[in-house]
């Protein structure tokens, strides 16, 4: 019984990894007669199955194994392992693997129901039938399990591109198992080389190259930051393969990284600090692999600077880890320069002060910064306190309130005032130490990122007057001076003296000072220090959404801006709905309309959304608070796969709104009614379009446009509720002039009958304390415009939101019923256009094998583009080889006059215009030769 993984000659294939659990044993796996009923329970992280310790030989009776995570090699196949002649098709097969549910959340595959939850006791009926790789779940019942699907091929699901297949790990036979004919045949060949170092592996590694996958490994150190490394390393066994998943604190990145290192496409999950991450690039570079794997990181660490730098943000909390890994799979490769830092003693007259001192640094290579004097003085302290009491520094928050602490102090006793009279600095040959002095400085850094000592901007300015703009891969150092007052001032905005730009630092120090390499402190005696250029490391950085829709019409000169829907959410509504994301929306209250910028944090937005609670009464005479914010409202996220995610307030910072927001913005109100218990309001029904294009009881939208510098807000109209099911009324709204800058903003109305003759008018209103445009949206009482295209049927409509969403098995349901793949919704947007738009794969796919071919170059009405041009602006590359290998036009021109290299390009994603411009000309030779054959 194991919680880790075997990587010996013993391993057993579908071994459960158990750990102890405080599940009730009302779970255990088995079942009422056979179980015991004694012992702890434990939980297989694998699989996530319960059981008690007494019952796990009762498991291994009936065979009910794991997952499998490798592939045994047989002695009749030995060879054809060795010759890399393995069947593909055996290699890519997998089978569901099927367990038992007392609790299931989510809904049933077949079905669409929610599972049966009971909340009060344990149930002690099997509700679920679910496959720990693909997570797909069926209700238990013949209606919607079927025996068929139990050797049905597996897809592994959403993560299906990141996964290693078992079939690519796979075990060689133990020593003395071989039949006599392969024995001899090892002895001949063991003449001419003794037992290579492969050959003496239990495992290897044999992948199936395809540019559509790129396998994940993570490296997780339980060590960093909080110590939250044990259950980080749970999720990631349940998600993914538990082979490509390594605890850092039982043998380090050495073993994982040599043996995936031939994957093609690999990529890195480095779960820990910044030292985590320097020790992987370090040991690449080691095995030197070629080309070196990208490494993305997951901050789980104290300062995570250079995980800030990337966009993965100041420290981990809670967020899901499957929309982590996509944000990996997605995320865009950079390169960031290393640092050789070299140390010789320095033998001339130096002061001595008779403290513990060492002769090398902890690092020999750095990639964020290196310092010395009064900051990593500090760091030493916290250094040697944590090695001494580990126990009390087991709280990322604790290890920051230490270092406050610490920091409060040495600026008290100003212990390193004098410096600059004990150091020699050359920059690029160029001597610096006379400014040093001048300046009184307490502390050196040398950087190679923006970010230092957990988030602060030292440089200040990036581009500032006389120097280069701060880059990751420019070859350039910054080096910075600090005094006492400037080191206190980094967190609320300041920053120290700019002294250089330089490729090579130089430095000598004539008494043993405290220094840090990366966060890793020491006491150096006195040395003469170099510091040259290295290499470059492949890095993954987090691309921000552009889920959103930016504003046309901003000039070239402003920061791209988005304009959202806010939407509120009660949150009984919430906890009784959050696993079905379109009941949810549907219950949603539409608050108003924001314009905010495309790299604004939560924060920012907070201060904007709380702005949207002025209502006006249907005579717009005066204006009253009515169902105003609370102070405890909080951001959803809405754009993970499985259901909205609340997004603690402590860390809204560290999202930005396009992380959370594909189109609507909604946040959880407390303080809100719920609108499944009550539809009515005071003043009786109240009519509007939800999302969805459905009519449900709300109030009648008006949203203000504001300029930049203003608020939107949001007002409310009561409906008069319709006399007829079949005849809605009209209200009289007063003349409303519509701004032709806004034009394109406006929905076309749905179909519906209406009493009036004219479809209602956009008037301008005067409001006497404040000048804005104000735009009513006739939401129920206009006719539609037969010329603009429109869906003629509720399968069709079904059809497109599948695509939206992602929802395979829908889409395909509504085309087998016979919902139009070519279906256009109001604004020439196909299925297509939708699924390149929000990067569903599957759908694409679906879409190119079974729709006509006029599907890939059909345009929308609003920009012209096709799906390959939207595929590229929001960067989805994989989908744009799948569009392009299928044949959509490379030529293509929107209104603007832009092809989809030139969105690529716009959406500054250099990588991808290159492959689509390399593209054209194939697909332009091919042209010119069809013609010449003609």
Known sequence: MTSSVDWTDQAVNSDHLWVETNASGDYCYAMDLDCKKAGPRKKCIACKIVAHTECLPVLEQKNLRCKPTFREAGIRNFREVRGCTFSILNQTFMRHHWVHRRRQEGKCKQCGKSFQQRFAFPSKDIIAISCSWCKTAYHNKTTCFMMQQIEEQCTLGIHASIII?????????????FKSAVRS??????????????????????????????????????????????????????????????????????????????????????????????????????????????????????????????????????????????????????????????????EEECVEDGEEVTAELPLSVFNN?????????????????????PEKFNSRFRNKMFYAGAGGRDL???????????????????????????????????LNIPRYAGGTLPWGNPNAVGFE??????????????????????HVGGHGDRLMQCRAVRITTYKSMPMQVD???CRLRPSKIHITFRNQ??????????????????????????????????????????????????VSVPLGIIIVENNADLEQVRDQINKLHIVVNSQGASSVPLQQLSEKWSFLDSTTAERFFRIDRSQESLHYITDISSEDLYILDPELSSRLQSSLGPAGPVLSLNGHGEITPSGFSVHSFLSPSQSSMSFTFPVTPPKSPTVLQCPDFPTIHRPESVDNLLMPPPPGPCNSSEPGTPISTAVPTRKYSIIAIPQICTEPDSSIPRITSPLEKALLDASKRGDIQKLCESNHQGADLLVTDQYGMTALHHAARFGHKTIVKFLIDNAPPVLLDMAEHEKGQTALHKAAWYQRRTICHMLVAAGASLTRLDFEGNSPRQQALLAEDTELAAYLESQEHIQLVV???QETAV
């Not at 880059?471 to 400037?486: P, Q």
């Not at 490391?537 to 691309?543: E, V």
């Not at 000039?555 to 919430?574: C, F, G, K, M, N």
């Open 412 to 446: 008290l006793k100003r212990s390193w005032k004098g410096f600059a009279e004990h150091i020699q600095v050359e920059c690029d040959g160029i001597e610096i130490t006379q400014k040093i002095q001048d300046l009184k400085l307490h502390c050196l850094l040398i």
């Open 369 to 389: 910064y290196f310092s010395l004097g009064a900051d990593a003085h500090v760091a030493l302290e916290f250094h040697e306190s944590r090695e001494a009491n």
């Open 927 to 929: 042209t010119e030769d």
């Open 469 to 490: 703009p701060q880059l990751l891969d420019d070859g350039y150092l910054e080096v910075i001076g600090f005094t006492y007052s400037s080191l206190a001032t980094l």
């Open 519 to 521: 966060g890793e402190p």
């Open 537 to 586: 490391a492949n890095m993954i950085t987090k691309l921000k959404r552009r889920g959103s829709m930016p504003i046309a019409n901003d000039p070239p000169s402003l920061p791209e801006r988005l304009r959202l829907q806010v939407s509120r959410i009660a949150l009984t509504d919430y906890e009784a709905l959050q696993y079905d994301k379109d009941k949810l929306r549907s």
């Open 185 to 346: 045949s090892k002895k001949r060949k063991s003449v001419r080389k003794r037992k290579s170092k492969d050959e003496s592996r239990p495992f290897i590694v044999k992948p199936v190259p395809s540019p559509l996958i790129k396998p994940i490994l993570v490296f997780i150190n339980p060590k960093s930051g909080g110590n939250q490394g044990a259950k980080l390393y749970h999720k990631f066994c349940w998600l993914l393969n538990p082979r490509q998943v390594f605890d850092l604190s039982q043998s380090g990145p050495r073993a994982g990284l040599d043996l995936f290192k031939k994957v093609p496409n690999i990529r890195i999950l480095a779960a820990g600090g910044d030292g985590t991450v320097g020790w992987i690039l370090s040991t690449i570079d080691s095995l030197n692999i070629v080309p070196p794997p990208p490494v993305g990181i997951l901050p789980v660490g104290t300062g995570n600077d250079l995980a800030r730098t990337l966009n993965w943000g100041g420290g981990y909390t809670d967020e899901p880890i499957s929309k982590l890994l996509c944000n990996i799979e997605e995320g865009q490769v950079v390169q960031l320069d290393r640092w050789n830092i070299d140390v010789e003693e320095n």
């Open 165 to 177: 297949p078992p079939s690519w790990i796979i075990k060689l036979p133990k020593k003395g198992s």
